[in-house]
Every structure is written in structure tokens, then in C-alpha cells.
């Protein structure tokens, strides 16, 4: 078992960047697949990215595809994501996940992928 725990959010202007972290305990960490979904006010928990257990793998929202990278370093149990060109639109709070067994989906990009949640952190983008 593992218990995810955001850091990093806060307020960036548009164009900006920022990189959220997300620290989870276990030992069993580097066997998990890692995700990153966001929440913002009003609208559905959405999906934004993941990677595998190795990093080797990673899959993107076409929202964020080319602006935000998703990485893990197993030795620090940490899962990584950094958001670069941010856009208002990116306002939300953020969320980072864990999937015990691997995905359901082929891209881990639903939420019944993931067994495990953070509390999640806010990041706020000024126009």
C-alpha cells in the first residue's frame, strides 16, 4: 500500500511554470503505475497524465500534450510533474494517484485505473 502526497501548487502567472511533486510511502513503490488528474471548480475530475512503473512509459491528456511532462524517481519514491507555457485553464486542483496492479485502460487515463489518492494541491494561473 501506498498513501500519495501532493506538493508544490500555488499561483503562477500565464505562461509560466511550476512543478508539482507527489511523495508516496511504500516500499512497494517502484511496482506501482502513477497518474496525475486535476479538478476544477464545477467540472468532472479529468485525466492529465501517467507513467508507468519504469517511467519508461508516459500518456497525455491532449490538453496538456507538449506543455506538461509526467516522470518518477523510484529512489525517491516521487512522481513528478512538470507544467511549463501554463494557461488559466489549467487552474484546478490537482491530484496525484496510484494504481496497485497496472491499468485497466490501456493509457490509465480513468480514474477506476488507480487505487490509491492524494488530497491534492491547488494550482492557480493568472491571466
Known amino acids: 500500500q501506498v498513501q500519495p502526497v501532493e506538493s508544490g501548487g500555488g499561483l503562477v502567472q500565464a505562461g509560466g511554470s511550476l512543478r508539482l511533486s507527489c511523495a508516496a510511502s511504500?516500499?512497494?513503490?517502484?511496482?506501482?503505475?502513477m497518474g496525475w488528474f486535476r479538478q476544477a471548480p464545477g467540472k468532472e475530475r479529468e485525466f492529465v497524465a501517467a507513467?508507468?512503473?519504469?517511467?519508461?512509459?508516459?500518456y497525455y491528456a491532449d490538453s496538456v500534450k507538449g506543455r506538461f511532462t509526467i516522470s518518477r524517481d523510484n529512489a525517491k519514491n516521487t512522481v513528478y510533474l512538470q507544467m511549463n507555457s501554463v494557461k488559466p485553464e489549467d487552474t484546478a486542483v490537482y491530484y496525484c494517484?496510484?494504481?496497485?496492479?497496472?491499468?485497466?485502460?490501456?493509457?490509465?487515463?480513468?480514474?477506476?485505473?488507480?487505487?490509491?489518492w492524494g488530497q491534492g494541491t491547488q494550482v492557480t494561473v493568472s491571466s
Open positions: 507513467v508507468n512503473w519504469s517511467g519508461g512509459t508516459t
Open positions: 511504500g516500499r512497494t513503490f517502484s511496482s506501482y503505475a
Open positions: 494517484a496510484a494504481a496497485r496492479t497496472g491499468w485497466s485502460t490501456l493509457r490509465g487515463e480513468k480514474a477506476y485505473d488507480y487505487d490509491y
